[in-house]
């Protein structure tokens, strides 16, 4: 009959439109997970960017403040980047900081969060790590940085590292030390780790 004719097409519509709007709402959700995503992670390396990382800083001195554990930051620049960069071109230069950001990423720990500060600068966040632990991660994180792309010039890391258990400093005052002894290493004569304190 016309009722049940009208009942059907109609029921097949309102399936149709639910379809849709599942569908949607789908893509929907994906899309506000890769706008998050982006709103806290590098693009070219795939790290937490600066943002993101100084907020999760902002945590972890909070967490301290309540627990007084041992907490450590590395913060390194690239050195001799800007010539490999002149030399071999802006491509290489991305392809050297993606390959940098995965050798950190495999010399610390999963509860390690790694970053990147801007340009070729990185930082290693390393809760319940005192120094001499952090200066032995250095280490071996600059020694994953020179083989990560194995050409001239070598890349090697400036490294500061800032380490306390209890501390009134704000995420700006640890990063600004740290970035304070990275420079010390610099001066150094780079490929060096310079710890400093607060």
Same mark, same amino acid.
């Given at each position: ?31 506000? &997970? ?33 627990? &007084? ?35 950190? &990423?495999?010399?610390? &720990? ?10 070729? !600068? ?5 809760? !319940? ?19 990560? /792309? ?7 890391? $400036?490294?500061?590292?800032?380490? /306390? ?18 420079? !010390?290493?610099?001066? $150094? ?10």
């Amino acid at each position: 009959t016309m009722r049940q004719l009208q009942v059907q097409y109609g029921f097949g519509s309102f399936a149709v439109v639910a379809g849709i709007m599942m569908v949607a709402f789908w893509h929907l959700q994906q899309t506000q &997970r890769e706008l998050q995503d982006l709103a806290i992670h590098d693009p070219l390396t795939r790290v937490l960017n600066a943002r993101a990382f100084s907020d999760r800083l902002t945590q972890e001195l909070n967490r301290n403040r309540r627990y &007084r554990h041992p907490v450590s930051l590395l913060y390194l620049d690239l050195d001799n980047f800007k010539a490999l960069n002149d030399s071999r071109g802006h491509q290489t230069g991305d392809t050297v900081l993606r390959l940098v950001a995965d050798a950190m &990423r495999l010399a610390v &720990r999963e509860t390690d969060i790694v970053g990147r500060m801007g340009g070729d !600068e990185f930082a290693v966040l390393m809760p !319940e790590t005192d120094g001499a632990l952090a200066d032995t991660v250095a280490r071996r994180l600059n020694e994953g940085i020179k083989t990560a /792309f194995p050409a001239s010039p070598i890349v090697s890391a $400036s490294i500061g590292i800032v380490s /306390f258990d209890d501390t009134t400093a704000t995420a700006d005052d640890v990063l600004r030390r740290a970035d304070q002894a990275m420079y !010390e290493a610099k001066r $150094s004569g780079k490929d060096q780790v310079v710890h400093a304190s607060l």
